[in-house]
């Protein structure tokens, strides 16, 4: 087994920063110490076989990005990046583990679509992955096949209030479906968005010839998520489910969220970078069909109206419990182009996969949050929302190394034309410059990114069977 001694670097975690050592055997974190200790023998510089000089870097706990999508068919096409080219690209950006959803449309047994996704996955991913099951149809064998799929490791299931015809749920197949995850303890995931009012307002847009990507957001108010978001948590609350409310992107429904967990219910809110740092002014609202690069569901929201600013607090407050990337890749060529004329045409949904340890570290170094917090968001606390604790999400004797060595002095730009490794021809984050860089990434103790070098490969990534969530409260 391969002897990996990492030494000089800042070790941080959720709770605090420390120059520290890290010695992992094989595929396993063995021993954390401190600089120079000599609990650990001989000269470890000399005699591992992978030396690693963190002097100057923080080691983190490899990035959890608990939303994605890889190859998800969904808007009249298939998201763009596969397990293999998705994957990779987390990896490059600091990520190695993902929890993608496994999609149920109407007519499907739970299981084969499990399975099915299963298939997809195997052989091909550059790191771990984990599934939640999307329910697309509630109904009495579903229900059934719940308790099933927990016993296989997915532990998470997410219903939509939006997609009337494709995904959506009415509120009494959510209830049902919440009293089926509360007896098994179960999180139950949410698209708050009340998806029967934001067809008629998208309709009437169209028809008054509102047809710009602009107008996906002002079809999708931030009242139809608020109201959403409260109506998922009072049914939550009446079935004792656990609720995660997933990219929520108005600060009102934040408010919802933040009221239920002031009131001790077990209630969640994640957000996604796009949310905190792109708007409705200024990137829906590009000119000419650009806008539709950052069409999404929940939209981006307007920055006048203080959204990112309040979900900023939010994240320093606790209420943002996680961020992940919703990960949902589409190319401007053939796909977001399907809407061209006709907003409502084009697949909803924005790749980030490889950008959110970057991104989110600009929250650090601007003191939005703490280091300890970035760790936390984006690590440690998806590790324990999602049942992969303490064997992701942490660096400790007993964790998988899942390793990233990270430069806050480095720099990383996500320039114009193709300077990321993920399946799209553009970027949502075109022209931002990073301060920091993802300079090393151990997944299961092999190195995977090195210095600019792509060393992972296809099947190294294993399926995580997950546990029931850690981070109730
Ligand atoms: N929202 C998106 O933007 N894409 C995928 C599904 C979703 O809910
Ligand atoms: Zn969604
Ligand atoms: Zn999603």
Known sequence: MTLTFIHGG????????????????????????????TALGADLTATAEVVIDATGKYVIPGGVDGHTHMQMPFGGTEASDTFETGTRAAAWGGTTTIVDFVVQTPGERLQDTLGAWHQKAAGKCAIDYGFHQIIGEVNDESLKGMSELVSEGVTSFKLFMAYPGVFYSTDGQILRAMQSAGDLGALLMMHAENGIAIDVLVEQAIARGDTAPYFHGTSRPWQMEE???????????????????????????????????????????????????????????????????????????????????E?????????????????CPFCMKDQKEMGIGDFSKIPNGIGGVEHRMDLMFQGVKSGKISLERWVEVCCTTPARMFGMYPRKGVISPG??????IYDPNGHTSIGLGKTHHMNMDYSAYEGFEIDGHVDTVLSRGRVVIDDGN?????????FVKRELSQNLI
């Open 10 to 37: 800042t070790v941080v975690s959720a709770t605090g920063s420390q120059l520290l050592d890290v010695l992992v055997d094989g595929e396993t974190i063995v021993a954390v110490v401190q600089p120079g200790s």
């Open 227 to 309: 109201e959403a978001t409260h109506r998922a948590i009072m049914l939550a609350q009446l079935t004792g489910a656990p609720l995660y409310v997933v990219h929520v992107s108005a600060k009102q429904a934040l408010e919802q969220i933040a009221t239920a967990r002031g009131n001790g219910q077990n209630v969640f809110g994640e957000t996604c970078p796009q949310y905190l740092y792109l708007s409705l002014e200024e990137q829906l609202g590009a000119p000419g069909f650009e806008g539709a690069k950052w069409v999404c569901s929940t939209p981006l929201r307007s920055r006048a109206e203080g959204h990112q600013d």
């Open 311 to 327: 979900l900023w607090r939010y994240l320093r407050t606790g209420d943002v419990t996680t961020v992940s990337t919703d990960h």
């Open 399 to 404: 964790a998988d190394a899942d390793i990233v």
């Open 454 to 462: 792509y060393l992972g490969s296809a099947g190294h990534g294993r």
